[in-house]
């Protein structure tokens, strides 16, 4: 019995150590980077590179979208759908399922941005203490009114901007009524009653919130579509400072911005650009969206950059390759100059997420300048081999040198600028 147990734990070890070995192998490990879908746009010259498993083993195409070069490189034609197969003495060994898509281009940006956003309702920022007849109270703490809520409405009428506040409490506190608020909460909608108190100090009636109805700062354009003029710049939500919610607006716009100075970035401590706009200047376009993967609208014009003012391909996540890429960005005035990164990862992603890649700065001028990433570089477009990749996005508080990058699909995406197979536009329609 001992024997046999023996044999069997000697058998069991052998076994496993195979299983461990398989993906080793160089058979295993060539089949196993096959991927199992491949997407790609057509009149692109670069080609489609499939791994090649041998010499007995043939990738033959099926579908207009592909034209073979050799017997693993392919030409996208024309949008639409294809299979590569690979085959072993005549019999199919692995399917591809290769995407074509219609070519995309817009324009980089990298120009220095100013930016106002106005509020949906006026936005909830703080609570203060009111010294009534009563006592020491604050009626918007005690109706429950949140810090982050949003005010829509307040006795069924809607409320645009902090101005529209003030004659609804002055004529509650005069006739000794409670205001009916309407408060937008994350996803939901909420009533509630406000009990305004007239301040002694003050001789006014007041309800005891800090409220904002706009908020202003710099970025950077990432992009804009040369046909529709739509534009994508930040590359990251903008949150209100104070609630640290993401602010959800009702318009805004963006104007050009001059880059008076930059403070350095140290470890520990983000830099940031320090730049003079003014609101009253001449806008140069609208903004209609603030989401996860920056702000979003139309421009009124085309604007330069002086840099790369034709329009340039974009490449999909799973193009973008470790190793050398260009940012533009503004450190001066408002000039934009290209400076040297390095992408030190990329991930292929198949559904929009932020971080999507890890870039380095590793020129010396720009790292002379600023340290690194900065604050207000957000949005400066990474171009890598002639294609848009993606914008800078964050900084690593512990290391200015580097920091997060979104994948440019997603902004586009954002953007009204579909990336779609021609099978689903034509559902679609």
């Keep these: 019995m001992k024997y046999q147990r023996k044999i069997r734990l000697l058998t ?7 299983i461990l070995a398989v993906p080793f192998m160089t058979p295993v490990n060539h089949y196993l980077s096959i991927p199992n879908q491949v997407v790609a746009f057509d009149n692109v010259s670069s080609p489609i590179n499939m791994p090649a498993l041998g010499e007995h083993v043939t990738v033959d195409s ?3 979208s592909l034209q073979a070069i050799d017997s693993t490189e392919f030409h996208a034609k024309e949008p639409g759908n294809s299979e590569l197969i690979y085959q072993a003495a005549g019999m199919p060994i692995k399917k591809v399922d290769v995407s074509v898509l219609e070519d995309i281009e817009v324009i980089p940006g990298g120009q220095s941005i100013g930016v106002q956003l106005h509020t949906l309702g006026v936005l909830v920022v703080g609570h203060h203490q009111i010294k009534g007849e009563s006592g020491t109270v604050s009626p918007g703490e005690d109706a429950n009114i949140q810090v982050g809520d949003v005010i ?3 006795n069924g009428e809607e409320v645009k901007e902090m101005e529209d506040v003030k004659p609804f409490v002055e004529e509650a506190g005069k006739e000794d009524k409670k205001l009916n608020v309407t408060l937008k909460r994350d996803s939901e909608t909420i009533e509630t009653t406000l009990d305004p108190v007239k301040d002694e100090k003050e001789d006014e009636y007041r309800i005891g919130l800090y409220i904002r109805d706009s908020a202003a700062g710099i970025g950077t354009m990432t992009f804009y579509d040369p046909e529709t003029k739509n534009y994508g710049a930040l590359g990251h939500v903008i949150s209100d400072m104070d609630t640290q919610k993401p602010i959800e607006i009702h318009n805004g716009s963006i104007v050009r911005s001059n880059v008076t100075s930059i403070e350095k970035g140290n470890h520990g401590t983000p830099g940031e650009k320090q730049a003079k706009f003014s ?7 609208s903004i209609t969206k603030n989401s996860p993967f920056g702000i979003f609208g139309q421009l009124n014009k085309p604007i330069s950059n002086g840099k790369y003012d034709e329009p340039m391909p974009i490449a999909l996540s799973h193009e973008v390759k470790e190793g050398p890429a260009k940012i533009l960005t503004v450190l001066e005035g408002e000039e934009v100059k290209e400076f040297d990164v390095k992408v030190v990862s990329s991930v292929p992603q198949k559904f929009p997420a932020k971080k999507g890649m890890v870039i380095q700065i590793n020129d010396d001028e720009l790292l002379n300048e600023t340290g690194g990433i900065v604050q ?3 949005g400066s477009p990474i171009i890598q081999d002639g294609k848009v990749i993606g914008a800078v996005t964050h900084v690593f508080v512990n290391d200015p040198t580097s920091g997060y ?4 699909e997603w902004m586009l995406q954002e953007a009204g600028i579909e990336v779609k197979e021609e099978a689903e536009q034509e559902e679609a329609s």
């Design 12 to 18: 069991g070890i052998l076994l496993l150590i195979t």
């Design 376 to 378: 207000g570089m957000s």
């Design 279 to 285: 609101m009253q200047d001449e806008k140069i376009g």
């Design 405 to 408: 990058g979104v994948h440019i």
């Design 62 to 64: 099926s579908g207009d």
């Design 152 to 154: 829509l409405e307040i």
